[in-house]
DNA sequence: CGTGCACTTGACAGCTGTCAATGCCGGTGG
DNA sequence: CCACCGGCATTGACAGCTGTCAAGTGCACG
């Protein structure tokens, strides 16, 4: 088990004292598997707290009474699940193993010691809820301005970039554990158009498929293809306050 | 000047002692005018803090290199704006007077001192960047999943329940400040398209419209027009960090 | 070797975009 | 006070992207 897993995301903002580090590591100490397609939490059930992803893919969605559902992120590895239900009653998002996934449940308590013990590193938890709402922004632009097409070519190179780095025969690629259907459900289209759309891409060359790997194959095309501005997380900022 | 207005964001959660008013009063000290359309600030500006909306309506949004742009988020008065942006090493959001507006600029180092120096008001500034993100992601689910006219009920109903409650002729009423543009903006439709959703909500006796007014004529039809789950914020939560 | 799920493809419908013209209204200058 | 102007709202006609329905294919798994 990688135990990095749980810094990467505050340690993007500003390096991690040994203190923040412990406090970090102590989130995961406990952790339980949960089998392919399982549900780790309901959207309404009451909420007690988050939940780190260790290890795997999970999906965070939420569903109408008609039962479509939109994917509201995608979730690798140090993310941590199930956050912005802590402002609420109950649980907005459901949360799902795609994979087999390794998962630490982080009671809010936990959490809340942290802004009690440690400023600095509450500060860098505020700039990562700050970063996920960028990314909603950002889906947003997609969602509602741009074509499908756009949307899954940035769908595919935010994973790819989200990913450890990987190449098939020299070109960038990734595997893809989602089926069509959750592609669909996270870019707000449907299971054939998404087909279609893939098959633009790959028809254009900018992509190739090998059963469930996605090759760049034109990485700098494939970019171009979505329009977001590029962003840049801050590091080391000035006024954050000081390390313990 | 309405000096409730900073708290009510952060009250919602938890009432405030007096040291947490007192740090929440600072923040608007000092506060700046803008005339109508004018811009509070760039995206691509350097971020060094954000804006606190003491009255009026503002708009922040996001644009393509095209010249299309999405609207994020709609301003009203008590509203943090710019604060996503705070992870970031350039803004993201571009910030527009949509009335004349009076708006408090906020040192990063301001809330910085907040999070050394206040851990449960820092919790609850934590916590209201977790209900934007629920915030955003109805609407991801809007964009993604339901038709343009949802999508307008949907922000009529909003905007109704986030303004002081008003009545015209015995009807829920509010005044919309927003041009058919910006409204398209915000629900990702091109500007034609929300005419003709403005036209069906009528004819369909849901809303009737006087000059700037929106009179939601049948408010609960309207509201069950719209089909996402109704939310409450979390309050006097138990695991809050104890109070100054 | 059969079954089920996911993927593919085609045809057609419907929602939304695009283009264009007209009307309305408040602000401005004569 | 009135004519003109510019921005915004409104409407119609048509095109294009995406949804819907249906059928067929391929592959993993028992």
Redesign the pocket.
């Known amino acids: 088990m990688n135990f990095d897993i749980p810094f990467r995301r505050f340690a993007a903002f500003a390096d991690l004292t040994a203190l923040e580090e412990a406090a970090l590591r102590d989130l995961s100490a406990v952790t339980t598997n949960f089998r392919r397609?399982h549900i780790i939490r309901y959207e309404q059930d009451p909420v007690d707290g988050v939940y780190l992803l260790v290890n795997g893919w999970a999906l965070t969605t939420a569903g109408f009474a008609g039962g479509e559902r939109q994917v509201l992120k995608i979730h690798l590895p140090g993310d941590i699940m199930g956050a912005p239900s802590l402002a609420l009653d109950r649980a907005a998002e459901t949360i799902t193993a795609v994979t087999d996934v390794v998962v630490s449940k982080v009671a809010a308590q936990k959490l809340s010691r942290i802004f009690a013990e440690l400023p600095r590193l509450s500060m860098l938890f505020f700039l990562a809820a700050q970063e996920e709402r960028v990314e909603l922004m950002d889906r947003l632009m997609i969602l509602?301005?741009?074509?499908?097409?756009?949307?899954l070519a940035g769908l595919l190179v935010y994973l790819y970039d989200r990913l450890p780095r990987h190449f098939q025969r020299g070109l960038p690629a990734f595997e893809l554990p989602?089926?069509?259907?959750?592609?669909?459900d996270f870019l707000?289209?449907?299971?054939?158009?998404?087909?279609?759309?893939?098959?633009v891409l790959?028809d254009e060359g900018l992509i190739v498929?090998e059963?469930?790997w996605i090759v760049l194959a034109r990485e700098a095309d494939l970019r171009s293809v979505v329009g977001l501005p590029d962003r840049r997380l801050v590091r080391d900022a000035s006024w954050l306050p000081p390390a313990p």
Request: aromatic residues 4%.
């Open positions: 397609n509602g301005r741009r074509p499908a097409k756009e949307g989602l089926n069509q259907s959750q592609i669909g707000g289209i449907h299971t054939v158009h998404v087909n279609r759309m893939f098959r790959e498929r059963g469930r």
